[in-house]
């Protein structure tokens, strides 16, 4: 067995994303648990903002379902995608 499992790339993920938010000064207490990260598009940059605080933005103008993104890069949760509609619309 050489390839990690995703379940394993999961928690490494996460373990990541704990350690990081420690650095920041967070403490367990402060962090909102959910079951999933949501990744809220943004139109104006073409990038998705995540709940743990990261960044994506596919070079290949794909969205989230294109990329066949399942489990988000900074904390290792199930991804939700939203897309928000303007106010102004
Ligand atoms: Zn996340």
């Avoid at 294109?66 to 102004?88: I, L």
């Amino acid at each position: 067995m050489t390839d990690k499992t995703d379940t394993e790339k999961m928690y490494e993920a996460q373990h990541e994303w704990f350690n990081k938010s420690f650095r920041r000064g967070m403490g367990p207490a402060q962090i909102e648990v959910k079951p999933e990260c949501k990744w809220t598009y943004d139109e104006s940059t073409d990038a998705y903002e995540s709940d743990c605080g990261e960044l994506w933005r596919f070079d290949n103008l794909g969205n989230v379902a294109d990329n066949r993104v399942r489990f988000c890069h900074g904390c290792g949760r199930s991804v939700v995608a939203v897309y928000p509609r303007p106010e102004d619309a």
